[in-house]
């Protein structure tokens, strides 16, 4: 296994939309290194997964604003990825809930 791999895949986004997207589309959302490209996110969801990797759609998400007191401050902006799977494989991020 790549360790390279972990540092490219942050973490699932698990949400509602997602999971119905990965029930429905095998669909599965990630937030992703910013300097990745998706040849790279392909081959690491492929290694850590083991599945096959059809599409990869990148998309950059910019930091919420935020007031505090008379101040202003944001997030650091953020990059998400839509992996595609092929169609009967199954990835599992929490087993036995």
């Known amino acids: 296994m790549n360790h390279k791999s972990y540092q ?3 973490r699932p986004l698990v949400t509602e ?4 997207e990965k029930e429905d589309r095998n669909k599965l ?5 910013r300097r990745a490209n998706k ?3 392909k081959e690491a969801v492929e290694q850590i997964f ?5 599409d990869v759609t990148t998309i950059t998400m910019k ?3 935020k007031r505090v007191g008379r101040f202003f401050t944001k997030r650091p902006d ?8 092929k169609a009967g494989q199954r990835v599992e991020f929490f087993e036995g809930v």
Do not use: P, Q, R
């Open 8 to 10: 490219i895949l942050k």
């Open 39 to 41: 040849i790279e996110i």
């Open 78 to 85: 953020w990059k998400k990825a839509l992996v595609t799977i």
């Open 17 to 20: 939309k997602s999971t119905i």
């Open 29 to 33: 959302y990630f937030e992703v290194d």
């Open 63 to 65: 930091g919420k604003k």
């Open 50 to 54: 083991k599945v096959n990797v059809l």
